[in-house]
């Protein structure tokens, strides 16, 4: 059943929508949690799964920092794919009411996580960021994903963004424009960029049928 799902779609995921979700994979299991609380559109499920998962690939241990997180459920799913995350902090400039919900059906799944994602309503800009932290994040749009990048710049760890709302009026192309469209300049600039700062940068995509701001960066300081 799963085949035929629309992964873009931003549609919410209700309980009775269980029975697309079978079987016994983490992934299934995670979505089954997701549909439980009953308020994520179902695009959310898959870039935060499809993100954490090539992220923990590459990158394991270490606290979490999750910018501009919105519901944060990138967060937990980083934390049950890699159990050496103790924990992992959410930063966003408002709590949305999902985030509680999706924890709470996410723990009663998995108690072993309890307690170890907390929320931080701030701005970017102004997140502590603990010694040896992954900060990573999912659509923090625009310039806000070039705040992410400083702030891993500026403290020295490993970074993990899917960028998405490129703006090209703030957002910097590198005089790439005019051989390739406008976002793929900002990210490949991102990427020049974090080279440029000492970064050994690694760039992915998750699936296109998810969403098609898929391009995933990933940066550690050298
Ligand atoms: C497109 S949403 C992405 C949310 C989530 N990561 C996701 O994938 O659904 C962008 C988020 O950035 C947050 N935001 C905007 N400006 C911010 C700032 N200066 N500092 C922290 N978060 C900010 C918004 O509140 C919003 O939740």
Same mark, same amino acid.
């Given at each position: 059943?799963m085949?035929?799902l629309d992964k873009s779609s931003r549609s919410?995921l209700?309980?009775?929508n269980?029975?697309h979700f ?5 992934f299934a299991?995670v979505a089954?949690?997701v549909c439980?609380?009953?308020?994520l559109p179902r695009k959310e499920l898959f870039e935060a799964w499809e993100t954490a998962k090539r992220? @923990?690939?590459?990158?394991?241990? &270490?606290? !979490?920092? /999750?910018?501009?997180?919105?519901? =944060?459920l990138l967060? +937990?799913i ?37 307690? @170890?994602?907390?929320?931080?309503? &701030?701005? !970017?800009? /102004?997140?502590?960021?603990?010694? =040896?932290?992954?900060? +990573?994040?999912v659509h ?22 899917l ?18 469209? &406008? ?23 998750i699936p296109e049928d998810v969403t098609p701001k898929n ?8």
């Amino acid at each position: 059943m799963m085949d035929n799902l629309d992964k873009s779609s931003r549609s919410v995921l209700f309980r009775g929508n269980t029975g697309h979700f079978g079987g016994d994979t983490l992934f299934a299991r995670v979505a089954r949690a997701v549909c439980e609380a009953e308020c994520l559109p179902r695009k959310e499920l898959f870039e935060a799964w499809e993100t954490a998962k090539r992220i @923990r690939r590459k990158m394991r241990g &270490g606290p !979490i920092v /999750e910018l501009a997180a919105g519901h =944060g459920l990138l967060s +937990a799913i980083l934390i049950l794919l890699d159990d050496s995350t103790e924990t992992a902090t959410c930063v966003d400039i408002q709590r949305p009411p999902s985030h509680e919900k999706i924890l709470a059906s996410l723990e009663k799944q998995w108690p072993r996580i309890k307690g @170890r994602v907390r929320y931080v309503e &701030g701005r !970017i800009e /102004e997140a502590k960021i603990p010694i =040896g932290a992954l900060l +990573a994040s999912v659509h923090a749009c625009g310039r806000l994903t070039d705040q992410v990048l400083d702030l891993a710049i500026n403290s020295r760890n490993r970074v993990a963004v899917l960028p998405c709302c490129h703006d090209l009026e703030t957002c910097d192309t590198g005089g790439l424009a005019g051989w390739m469209d &406008g976002p793929l300049a900002v990210d490949a600039t991102r990427v020049a960029r974090l080279r440029e700062a000492g970064y050994r940068v690694q760039t992915l995509k998750i699936p296109e049928d998810v969403t098609p701001k898929n391009r995933l960066i990933l940066g550690w300081a050298e």
